[in-house]
């Protein structure tokens, strides 16, 4: 069965530093994306960064990246030069199925338990 | 574009009342997900639809609930009979196949059972 394993409930990071939130993955699948998002406490979810399982590099967006690496089933979430107001809940996804480059995103969202990073002044 | 909207934002309820909710996905996209978020837990997914069929849904999804998405355009889930348990964010999401960047979700209806 798909899952999504992320261990930290919580973590810290000071202004300006990097942060790594983990994030494991399990699937029969070889076509599959992962996604992260990002809940600040309005609730609504917040599209941050994707990578298809097919992409040879490792997707980056602004101050996001993802560290994908397949054989260990790992997309770990890198924020550079945390700001304030990333302090919020940071959840991984995965989605079973086409990869994005061939069709869209069409199938449902499998989340992990999510992460809280509160970032210190 | 005007993103997705979720109405009402909050709800309390009293145990065994019905309650409706509503979600106006982004105008162009053809599917729409409905799902359910418990305190401290990732969303769980309920149910989708591909325009107006109702393509998949959740073993979570009891018989107390129903979504109905009429002319392919907004969407509404109802639960009967509410129970405390029921007590969660509910999110709507929408996607379409020209949509890179995934799925949109708006910003949720929590419902507090008492």
């Known amino acids: 069965a798909q899952k999504i394993t992320q261990t930290q409930p919580g973590m810290f990071v000071q202004e300006k530093e990097a942060v790594t939130l983990d994030c494991t993955y399990d699937t029969s699948d070889q076509s599959y994306g992962l996604f992260w998002y990002k809940q600040p406490s309005s609730g609504e979810m917040i599209f941050l960064i994707y990578q298809g399982s097919y992409d040879e590099q490792n997707a980056t967006e602004g101050r996001y990246s993802l560290n994908f690496q397949k054989a260990r089933k790992s997309a770990n979430l890198v924020i550079s030069a945390s700001q304030l107001g990333d302090s919020a809940m940071y959840f991984c996804?995965?989605?079973?199925?086409?990869?994005?480059?061939?069709?869209?995103?069409?199938?449902?969202?499998?989340f992990g338990k999510g992460t809280k990073l509160s970032v210190k002044p | 574009d005007t993103g997705v909207s979720q109405n009402p934002r909050h709800k309390i309820t009293k145990r065994g009342q019905n309650v409706t909710f509503r979600c106006d996905p982004i105008?162009?996209?053809?599917?729409l997900y409905w799902y359910r978020q418990t305190l401290g837990q990732g969303p769980e997914f309920l149910t989708y639809f591909q325009n107006e069929a109702q393509l998949e849904k959740s073993r979570l999804l009891s018989d107390r609930f129903s979504a109905e998405r009429p002319k392919g355009s907004f969407s509404t889930l109802e639960i009967q009979r509410t129970e405390q348990g029921d007590s969660a964010m509910y999110l709507c999401?929408?996607?379409?196949?020209?949509?890179?960047?995934?799925?949109?979700f708006g910003s949720g209806t929590r419902l507090t059972v008492v």
């Open positions: 999401a929408s996607s379409s196949r020209r949509n890179y960047y995934g799925y949109t």
């Open positions: 996804a995965m989605r079973e199925g086409p990869a994005m480059n061939y069709g869209g995103s069409q199938g449902n969202l499998i």
């Open positions: 105008s162009e996209h053809n599917r």
